[in-house]
């Protein structure tokens, strides 16, 4: 959408020539042996600084998010307090509002609180949904090639050559103003691109040697998609959705600043708030302020771990 | 591929090329201005726009953009007085309606010429009416010439489907008198010719620019030479160009008959982004921009700027939609009235100097009545009426819109989320519901889709010029989609009111009128929101008005 | 080379083929009537009942498709249901203004990524790759939106205390009171061409803050794809052996580092396109900037279906477009190109 925090636009790691990628992985040479995939993964991940602070902040917001209702003084968009609100002024801090009101008369402590559980709902859900979506395809194209394949791959093309923000205003468009409209929009702005991922990292599998040799040993087509060449796709697929769950947290607010979304003004949610924000901006800055560090210090940690997750499990980082 | 080297020989040519077309590219700037710019600009008065005006030949506007440029350039027989919607003259001196209400005369002012050199007089009124009355195909499409075509109810030769109208002849007696014959009467006709629709237009213009020339279709118009880049008018601006998306340029029409400007041009630059509005005033780069968002008032005039009012000449309300079978029952009507604060509505998201409303129009329109049935705040009264009603679990869905600024509902979120606590104060449930303003939430308020897609929702109205049926009449004068109720009384006694010829017989007509709707509570009349307009600094004579009928000979620029 | 361009250009109708297909669908499956959805709130049921007709959408759906697919290839995109100007000649007279917006932002971020991450590659792992790395990410994680207005009140509208900050135009393309000549429509080259030199003075600073703002986002990427690809080509081998012949760094860095780590750089640039007239839709509404990102922000909050329709084919069109030229480019940079 507006910024995909992976790396240049829409240039998957699968696409890049095998040399590229490796420097890309910045030089991270260590040496192993024989350990497995996943176990040598692990230990370059804990050495690297960046994963660690992306890690950190992952983990602090899954805390916040999950428990909102404990941490947060109040209950998320009541407007109790809106007889303190003017158009032109808000009541200074206060103990009872550490952080004071937002424009409605809400506690704006509790709607940041709450906004960090508004994100994670919707990066997840949007997340998970653009990868069923993209997986659907690119199984199809993956697994079947020939015309299917040209067919999908075609249809993706013509996707990503729509931006991906105007490809998520027409979705939303279709599925109108309600609650969960943004996530539908989001995730399909991320369908063609997870879908051209799977499929390049099928196509890259099934040139392997082991499938040649499953093949031969005669395993059907079907077993040797699901069982070998769909499970050694995934790791590709999983730094991409950490990446994505930091471009949705964004795209949300883009989507927000365009109107779209919950079509109840005091959602806890950092888009909505930040956009709320602007009409203030010179007076109240710390109303801008706040969400959009939420949104800037979460998406900068799903960036770090996804991509020290991507150094991480790329082969050509081992020796 | 050509040999690499060539490369940059390519390149030195293209610049080459590039200068030298600037010797037949010509600069086209005005002699004065290139030297320096600080005199030029003190004598340039720029206004932000927030669109592009549909086009110019106001006939055929209906729209305020247009209407903002169309005034500058054109006058109307009459206008208003400053910050009132009381009729005063400007191209006529003086009209007399008689007891019908079917022939209005008017008394021409001597003198003027239009900008072309054209002379105004009694002839080139009735080309203008003429011009109305005659349009044919497209012309009469709503979209194209919606003022005419609804005041005057019609067209002399209808196209199928239209009705004839109540225009029946002009004729100029002199050359200092007009006289318009109907054939039904009209008793707000004088008022009506206030609107920038029914401005004077040079004939002489009109026809070397082919103005009736619409081509397109209806949704696609594409507009006259001279409606796109020939304007000719009475006005104290001329129009000197028009780029589209950008600004219109208008010059000081140096022969005006009246009042000559006091800047020598006028800018309106379009920027349709209120916040940007906003900043460009704050950095110098505008003069001055209407619709100011209540929450900009404050920092505005913390920064030395200046923010005025216009006198609120508008409603906004919460409807009811009685397709709802809850809302049927007046008692729930009554309850919602009653638990509405409507200074608090005020104070928390409209701007200041927002009269509450007790009626569905204005206290300026002739036929308010002061004395009508009020609900005061009253939440214990609004919970026993449910009570009653049998409603303490009721559940609404409230719409409002999103995207838009109107002039009676600056910020629609914020005063929502306002009522919205409000109605949840008395027990009310309630479901948000919103669409972009135009076409989806005009569409879902007065629409057939959207009957079922909303129980109460808010919306308001702006006045046209002082005639009330321009209020309640638009509002309740048929069974509608936005209302949904049938209450033929009052349908009756509307239509009733419009038939009567002269506005003092109306307006005790009006008064009774609006005891009624009070009484039958359809929806709950909230505030006449007074809508901001911010200038710099040095900007002088700006006079706002009811009707946007603002004029900018009168402002001059200390810098 | 000519018969690779009609090859390219070729390609590129199933792709429109495709996208019409797929625009038409979308129409059709917006919420409402199609003919309501393209007219707007001016509908009135004669306006709906005659556009039915033009499009024929009371017909079997394979007549309307072909009736809609004839009316774009007439060129006939239909006009906007908010400001009735018809959609192709709005399209034409905004792009120049976005073309030279994104052309500062690209060259912004070019002239800051490409030497940004040639340094962080030759010092990977230190200080500056750090903040190279660093630095381009924080331009992502901020909403594209939120950094144009943090701009626009440092250094238009002023802080308390740094007003002396505050030198740049707020919004628009140029000062209004200038009365420039515009002949191209492209205000920089205009302004040179008529010798306006204030005007094109003037038209630059206002690309200045909209052009920093909109070049955060290709910045990241080319910061973090001329790192990578700058990291490759230093450990091949020929650059090995550049080093060992013991040629002047200078003749190394350009001839052989720069000139290879440049291809997928370009590719990149490409690629971007999508991206920044994404970004342009904020930035210019932000700015107030008269291109086709603030038309198409318009017709976003209004849902104006027949401006997003068409723009959303142009777009392609010129994604397509740029991509081909970026092909082209290739050549300089790639001989084995050029052999073919």
Known sequence: MTQLPQDAAGVTPTERPPALAAAMAGGVETDEGGTSLWTAALKRLVRNPSAIVGAVIVAAFLIVALLAPVLAPYRPSTTEWANQVTPSRLPAFSPQHPLGLDPFGSDLLTQLIYGARQSLIIGVVSTVLGLLGGALLGILAGAFGGWVDTLVMRLVDILLSIPSLLLAVSVAAIVGRRPESLMIAIAAAQVPVFARLLRGSMLKQRGQDYVLAATSLGLRRRSVVMGHVFPNSLGPVIVQATLILATAIIEVAALSYLGMGSPDPTVAEWGRMLVKAQERLESYPHLTILPGLCIAVTALGFTLLGEALREALDPKTRK | MKPLHRKPLAAVAAVALAFGMSACAQSQRPASDSSASTGAAADTFVFAGSSDPVMLDPAMASDGESFRVARQIFEGLVTVKPHSTELEPLLATSWESSADGKTHSFTLRQGVKFQDGTDFNGEAVCKNFERWANWKGLNQNENITYYYGKLFEGYRNPEKGGSKGIYDSCSAPSADKAVVKLNKPFASFVDAMTLPAFSMQSPAAMEKYNADDTKGTESDPRFSEYATAHPTGTGPFTFEKWDRGQQVVLNRNDNYWGDKAKVSKAIVRIISDAKARTQELEAGNIDGYDLVAPADVQALKDKGLQVMNRPAFNILYLGFNQKNPALKDVRVRQAINYAIDKDAVISQSLPEGTKPAIEFMPDTVSGYNPDVTQYKYDPNKAKALLKQAGQENLTLKFAYPTGVSRPYMPSPEDTFVAIKAQLEAVGIKVTPVTAKWSPDYLDMAQGPDGVDKRDIHMLGWTGDYNDPDNFIGVFFGKKSNEWGFDNQALFKALQDARAVPTKDKQAAVYTKISEQIAQYAPGVPIAHPAPSLAFGKGVKGYEPSPVQDEVWNTVSIDR | ?340
């Open chain 3, 1 to 340: 080379m000519l018969r690779f361009v009609v090859r390219r250009l070729l390609l590129l109708v199933p792709v429109l083929v495709g996208l019409s297909v797929l625009l038409f669908a979308w129409l059709r499956a917006l919420p409402g009537d199609p003919a309501r959805a393209l007219l707007g709130d001016k509908a009135t049921p004669e306006a709906i009942a005659r556009l039915n007709a033009q499009y024929g959408f009371d017909q079997p759906l394979i007549v309307q498709f072909f009736t809609y697919v004839g009316q774009l290839a007439q060129g006939n995109f239909g006009a906007s249901a908010r400001t009735g100007e018809p959609v192709l000649q709005t399209f034409l007279d905004r792009f120049p203004a976005t073309v030279e917006l994104a052309l500062v932002a690209l060259l912004f971020a070019i002239v800051v990524g490409v030497p940004l991450g040639y340094f962080a590659a030759k010092r990977a792992g230190g200080v500056l790759d750090l903040f190279a790395v660093g630095s381009s990410l924080l331009g992502v994680v901020i909403p594209v939106f939120v950094l144009a207005y943090l701009l626009k009140i440092v250094f238009a509208i002023g802080l308390p205390g740094l007003e002396f900050l505050a030198i740049l135009p707020s919004s628009g393309r140029q000062d209004v009171r200038m009365f420039a000549t515009h002949i191209t429509d492209f205000y920089i080259l205009d302004g040179l061409m008529t010798r306006e030199f204030d005007a094109a003075w003037d038209a630059f600073k206002h690309l200045i803050l909209p052009g920093l703002a909109l070049g955060s986002i290709p910045l990241a990427s080319i910061t973090r794809m001329t790192r990578a690809s700058v990291l490759e080509v230093l450990n091949e081998d020929y650059i090995r052996t550049a080093n060992a012949k013991g040629l002047s760094q200078t003749l190394i860095t350009w001839r052989h580092v720069m000139k290879n780590a440049m291809l997928p750089v370009i590719t990149t640039i490409g690629l971007l396109t999508g991206q920044l007239l994404s970004g342009a839709v904020l930035t210019e509404s932000v700015f107030a900037f008269n291109g086709i990102g603030s038309y198409l922000f318009e017709a976003i909050s209004t849902l104006d279906y027949a401006v997003l329709q068409g723009f959303i084919l142009f777009i392609a069109i010129v994604f397509a477009l740029v991509n081909l030229i970026v092909d082209l480019l290739y050549g300089v940079f790639d001989p084995r190109m050029r052999v073919q």
